[in-house]
């Protein structure tokens, strides 16, 4: 490939993975740009689990094998299917080497190797039919990041050394790459995470509540909220310090995570304060009460704080048509300040006394009463 070309590759490449959004966009990028780069027919982005001692495959791209999903959940190998990897990386670059690519092909094991002795890449090259492989570590922040996999099909051009050294290069801008995607990964998890409790937050909250509720009107998926008071912060604050009010806060959190794992993809929040949420798509409300069951049970037996009042709303119960996230959330939240108002130590669910429901009843009340009720429940929690 004439220098020119490969610049140009070069060049695309970090476009590509420059224009990403997200982490799996950023490894589709690197693996689809590596595979054109090389003129390869298939290509794959790695990284390496060294808490695990195995190779993840993050994306497959090109001509896939049956058994190659795009975006792998379980494709992984152990290290000690690799040998040259683990020489490569507790030898040969320890002592100082640099780390460049190498090639495999589907001839038969390197020169040196023991008779009868076959690598795993070349088995896999014949079983998948392809010719040659060339393998480019990643180097992120001085560290073995993962690896990046290019093939070509049996009976194409067998990768050269000038290849591999091409390849070394098109790694590195992998690394940079990759190194900017984590960069704006954190940016974001920052900005929708709870810094205290590592819940998410009221922004995370009202972004997939928006989404969950459009779902609703659109697929008739159940959404449920369970929005939760923490009993007693004041006191602790007051008399403990602020450092055991945030102990209180962090225990809390656990707590709610731990009960939100028994409803499938629920989100677990800090919207502020000593104010909390559960929000579950797709679990039936019966699910949902049992969890918010569960947490109540949990808060009463934490050495710190005096429980928690919990309400519930979920569009599978009777509650009217729910078109907004914020009709939801008010449900959930008038729920929560009658559980609050009588002391109760299960949580109160809107809409299952009947149409006279008095949480439902306020849900509705014009803005002008709702918002008095909300004053009398900050006022309230000021006296804890």
């Known amino acids: 490939m004439a220098e020119d070309t490969r610049l140009t590759a070069v060049v695309a490449l970090a476009q590509g993975m420059a224009a990403a959004h997200g ?18 027919s298939f290509a794959a982005l790695s990284v390496w689990e060294r808490e695990l001692g195995r190779l993840r495959v993050l994306v497959n791209v090109g001509d896939r094998a049956p058994d190659e999903d795009e975006f792998p959940d379980a494709e992984a190998y152990p290290v000690h299917q690799f040998p040259e990897i683990t ?7 320890a002592g100082g080497g640099e ?5 495999e092909t589907a001839e038969g094991p390197a020169a040196g190797r023991r008779p009868g ?18 393998v480019a570590p990643i180097v992120l922040n001085g560290r073995a990041w993962g690896e990046l996999y290019v093939a070509r099909a049996a009976g194409d051009p067998v990768f050269d050394r000038a290849d591999a050294d091409f390849a070394t290069v098109l790694a590195a801008v992998v690394a940079a790459g990759i190194a900017q995607a984590e960069r704006l990964e954190e940016a974001r998890r920052l900005a929708f995470t709870d810094a205290l409790t590592g819940l998410a937050n009221r922004r995370a909250v009202d972004v997939r509540l928006d989404e969950a509720v459009e779902r609703h009107k659109r697929e008739g998926v159940v959404v449920s909220l369970v929005v939760c008071d923490l009993n007693g912060l004041k006191r602790v604050n007051d008399t403990l310090g602020h450092a055991v009010g945030d102990r209180l806060l962090e225990r809390f959190g656990s707590v709610l995570s731990l009960c939100g794992a028994m409803l499938p993809g629920a989100l677990a929040a800090r919207l502020g ?4 949420c559960l929000l579950a798509v797709g679990p039936a409300a019966d699910e949902v009460v049992k969890a918010a069951d569960e947490l109540c049970r949990r808060a009463a037996e934490l050495e710190l704080g005096e429980g928690v009042a919990c309400g519930v709303a979920s569009t599978e119960d009777p509650i009217g048509p729910v078109r907004s996230a914020r009709r939801l959330f008010r449900l ?17 669910v809107a809409g299952r006394e009947g149409p006279d429901d008095p949480v439902v009843r306020l849900a509705d009340a014009p803005s002008g009463e709702r918002e008095a009720h909300g004053e009398r429940r900050r006022f309230r929690g000021r006296r804890l």
């Open 23 to 40: 982490s799996r966009e950023a490894w589709r990028a690197a693996a689809t740009g590596a595979c054109r780069a090389l003129s390869g």
């Open 87 to 93: 020489e490569f990386l507790h030898e040969r670059w």
């Open 99 to 103: 780390p460049n690519a190498w090639v």
């Open 117 to 134: 002795y076959v690598h795993q890449r070349v088995a896999a090259l014949r079983r998948r039919g392809r010719g040659c492989c060339v």
């Open 273 to 276: 304060g000593d104010e909390f």
């Open 332 to 348: 959930a939240d008038a729920a929560q300040y009658r559980a609050k108002a009588e002391r109760a130590a299960q949580p109160v």
